[in-house]
């Protein structure tokens, strides 16, 4: 056969390719359509500042930073991790001048770390019922628990 009589099959066959791969990427685009697209919720409405959200292992709490008591400084706060939380279902963990920030719920959802400009500055826990603060880790940043329940801080 010549040159001629082989072009047919040569433009038929990398058609067939380009096809192929076009089917290909319609099969990956489709695929990625079916992935659920997440639902953003205002979980506070407070018109101060709601900073440094964390969320229990579970997904039933949801601590953060706040300065809605209207102090000076930011306070930590919990309450349940879904919209339109009653009033009564936040609760003011922190009541302290100095800033209280970065708090992590332990995997047990029984005690909040968080970071604390007080004196001495460093990690602090507290019940999530409320109660003293103490001190972790002098100096401690970005309290972590781990799935043991030991609290890791990074310095």
Known sequence: RGVAARVPEVVEAALAAVSGRASALGMFFDQRKSIAEPILTRMTSDRGVNTDPAISADGSLLAFASDRAGSSGLDIWIQPARAGAAHNEIRQLTNDPADDSQPAIAPDNSA???????????????????????????????????????????W
């Open 112 to 154: 909040v770390a968080f970071r604390s400009e007080r004196q001495p500055a460093g990690s602090y826990l507290v019940s999530v019922g409320g109660g003293p603060a103490g001190l972790l880790a002098q100096a401690g940043r970005n309290p972590r628990s781990q799935a043991d329940g030991r609290w890791i801080e990074d």
